[in-house]
């Protein structure tokens, strides 16, 4: 049994034509810091196409790292979905499907610092009878409407960690 | 995330000092923020003279009607009615007389395509790029820009420009000569060609464009009997 691990990154999202996160890069003192930037106030989302590379069971966890632009206190609300298509399978019509159910996670910021990175980490219960090899979709969003979400200013994503058991 | 122009002098200006030109190109991503209800101008070329050699894109005096022209006027053609705080896409080539688009608003479900002729000159001395306003000056945009692409002695196909449109980072090089992610206000020429902007003060950031940056897939691999973890989303393997 094996862990597999993959990694999303800001650069590779794509988008729907409204309600989107949008690319945000910082020039750093020393490096540059690529993320996609969610609104305080609306529900955006960003999208990854990625394979089930050796799926086997189980839930499959998702980490989103992320950092404040401008707060330093206050409460993310992120929800995470999955879509998953077998092709040569499934019949589904890969425009006109559907997300599994969403799934949320709150996390709080951690203060002392207002752009220090955190991890905000669920694992998705809602697979859509995903398999070794489907084609997947996962979409990332801030419900910042929410009365759970809290924080001012934008959610600055940096990445996006999914990982699930080999067997 | 974009650059947002809200007044007259906050443009951004280059010498491209590229000569006589006949054939260019040049893609965005634009939004109208506030309706001027006068000519607005995101992107122009010109000779560094309000009296000839001019090509761009601008609105009417309606402040939401976009049309190509030169300095003679808009060019003949079916033009684009925007409306404000809809990110759209535009592809522009200028051939000669004529010129060609294909833009797309965020929302479109397709690409809008249109031909242009009637430029009083053949060619223009593309010496100056300014961004946010006309050679005239006080036609300036208010608006966000991003990923903005030039490129000198080509035009795109239709499949180009459609193709410029997901992605910050430009999928044709060839005949490039400029590039500007406008992120964030800054005046880096990402081409690598040095041709850093001048200008944008006063220029702040808003909401970008649904565009990735490269669109690149992260690359996977599988383990044998140990977890692993996998890289990168800018082509390099681990």
């Known amino acids: 049994m094996a862990t597999v691990s993959q990694l999303l990154l800001p650069e590779e999202a794509q988008f729907l034509g409204s309600s989107f996160a949008q690319f945000n890069k910082v020039n750093g003192t020393n490096l540059p810091v690529a993320s996609l930037a969610y609104d305080a106030t609306a529900t955006e989302y960003a999208f990854w196409k990625w394979v089930a590379f050796n799926y086997g069971s189980g839930n499959i966890t998702v980490d989103l790292v992320w950092y404040a632009d401008t707060a330093s206190t206050g409460v993310v609300r992120w929800e995470v979905a999955m879509a998953a298509i077998t092709p040569d399978a499934d019949t589904q019509d890969v425009e006109t499907d559907t997300l599994a159910t969403a799934q949320t996670v709150d996390d709080t910021h951690l203060g002392t610092v207002g752009q220090r990175l955190h991890r905000a980490s669920v694992a998705i219960a809602g697979l859509d009878s995903v398999a070794a090899g489907d084609e997947c979709w996962l979409r990332v969003g801030r419900i910042g409407g929410n009365a759970a979400d809290t924080m001012a200013g934008d959610a600055l994503l940096t990445s996006v960690r999914l990982s699930y058991s080999d067997t | ?238």
């Open chain 2, 1 to 238: 995330v974009a650059v947002r122009i809200s007044a007259d002098g906050q443009e951004y200006i280059r010498a491209l000092s590229l000569g006589v030109t006949s054939q260019f190109a040049f893609a965005c991503w634009l939004k109208p923020s506030v309706d001027r209800n006068s000519f607005s101008t995101p992107v122009n070329f010109d000779n560094n003279s309000s009296a000839n050699s001019i090509r761009g894109i601008q609105t009417g005096m309606d402040g939401v009607t976009m049309e190509p022209y030169h300095f003679n006027g808009p060019f003949t053609g079916t033009k684009a009615t925007l409306v404000v705080g809809t990110w759209y896409y535009f592809a522009v080539n200028f051939n000669g007389t004529a010129a060609n688009w294909r833009y797309r608003a965020s929302t479109a479900a397709s690409f809008t395509a249109a031909s242009f002729t009637g430029a009083s000159d053949s060619s223009i001395t593309m010496t100056t790029l300014r961004l946010g306003d006309s050679a005239w000056g006080a036609e300036w945009f208010n608006g966000c820009l991003a990923a903005v692409k030039i490129w000198h002695g080509v035009n795109l196909t239709d499949a180009e420009m459609d193709n410029e449109c997901w992605r910050y980072v430009p999928q044709r090089t060839n005949g490039l000569v400029a590039w500007y992610p406008l992120i964030t206000p800054e005046t880096a020429d990402y081409s690598g060609n040095g041709r850093t902007l001048t200008g944008g003060a006063g220029a702040t950031k808003e909401d970008g464009p649904p565009i990735s940056w490269s669109g690149r897939r992260a690359t996977s691999r599988i383990p044998a009997t140990t977890s692993i973890t996998e890289f990168s989303g800018w082509g390099v393997p681990i």
